[in-house]
């Protein structure tokens, strides 16, 4: 029977993509801009630089004020970077820390699936930047946004992580050199980059072909986000008010079920126990939404004119505009990183 749907399903969406083009196009266009406009500069620079910090060992000095809080709550001491990194690196971050982590004999398999369950968030910069700034055009919502998600994971935290093994972990006999943990690094923001991008551009061909739908706007808008956190935002910021502002919080806090998969594709192989880890997600949304409301700024109620006037100008921003000069930038980086990964395959096999 799941078969049964499945075909249905590609079915119907193999007979859109061949009958209605031009939404084919328009979604892929607003995708594309989506990930250029605000993925690349928001979470790209800050996925390596977690990532580096987490291989080079730089992040267990940084990570050191979150000692006491792992050690009270029985996790190793190698929790303390996995959870930075999950708050300063973008949703891919976090669980990749704690495969890394994992796979380095650092954490246990059992910890791994516990942390695994608070260590997804949203970046800063995507928060405050391109959800703050750029959708709902303040600053202030961004921060606070900011705050309740982080107030969010560690209340997941205290739920999920309360009884663990030994808090000191493993030792660690050797690290990486300055030039592997550097180009490692790269190497895993770039294939996190794109998986994100990858899940932005077909959600966004997705809404653009149910689009003709008489939905109501926050019933789509509630879909959205429920299947990509970046466009959902974007909805919300639509709606504008409370209840935009406080969508945009579960969303940011949930990840969407693009970043679900994303997370599940590439630990599930590593033998982690992912049980739990969606509902978990959706109680973070739940608890990110209850800590912004208390705190929840007045947001004005966009006008027609308004939204759209919001949307052209988050998703369409100048040609020299700063985050399209540092998205080409990593767009270059990502691109040589790539060709490096390519003759650096060609030569092993000639050898």
Not at 12 to 25: D, G, H, K, M, S
Not at 164 to 173: E, K, L, T, Y
Not at 264 to 291: D, H, Y
Not at 318 to 339: D, H, V, Y
Request: with cysteine; hydrophobic share 50%.
């Amino acid at each position: 029977m799941k078969s049964f749907f499945c075909l249905t399903g590609c079915i119907i969406f193999a007979y859109l993509l061949l009958t209605r083009p031009q939404e084919v196009i328009l979604g892929t266009m607003t995708g594309g801009e989506l990930c250029i406009d605000l993925l690349l500069p928001s979470l790209f620079p800050f996925m390596a630089l977690s990532a580096f910090l987490a291989r080079s060992g730089a992040g267990e000095l940084l990570a050191r004020p979150f000692l006491p809080m792992t050690r009270l709550l029985r996790l190793p001491d190698a929790a303390a970077p996995v959870l930075l990194a999950s708050m300063i690196g973008g949703y891919p971050t976090g669980a990749q820390a704690v495969l890394s982590f994992t796979e380095a004999g650092r954490l246990e398999a059992q910890d791994a699936s516990r942390l695994l369950r608070c260590s997804v968030n949203a970046g800063p910069a995507f928060v405050v930047i391109a959800v703050g700034e750029r959708m709902f055009g303040s600053s202030s919502l961004g921060w606070r946004l900011l705050a309740a998600q982080v107030f969010s994971s560690l209340a997941l935290c205290l739920i999920f992580c309360r009884n663990g093994g030994n808090p000191r972990g493993v030792s660690v006999s050797s690290r990486p050199s300055f030039s592997s943990a550097l180009v490692e690094s790269v190497s895993q923001a770039t294939r996190g980059i794109l998986s994100i991008g990858s899940y932005v551009l077909l959600v966004s061909i997705l809404l653009e072909l149910l689009r003709p739908l008489p939905l109501p706007p926050v019933f789509r808008c509630a879909l959205t986000g429920f299947l990509e956190v970046t466009t959902g935002c974007s909805a919300a910021s639509l709606l504008g008010g409370r209840t935009g502002a406080l969508l945009a919080a579960f969303f940011l806090a949930f990840g969407g079920c693009s970043v679900c998969l994303q997370v599940l594709s590439f630990v599930k192989p590593s033998g982690i126990r992912t049980n739990g880890f969606f509902r978990a997600r959706l109680l973070g949304g739940l608890l990110c939404t209850a800590f912004l409301l208390p705190f929840l700024p007045d947001v004005p109620e966009p006008t027609v004119g308004a939204a759209l006037i919001s949307a052209s100008s988050a998703l369409l921003p100048a040609a020299n505009s700063p985050n399209r000069l540092l998205g080409a930038f990593c767009m270059m980086a990502m691109t040589a990183q790539l060709f490096t990964r390519i003759d650096g395959c060609t030569v092993h096999r000639r050898g």
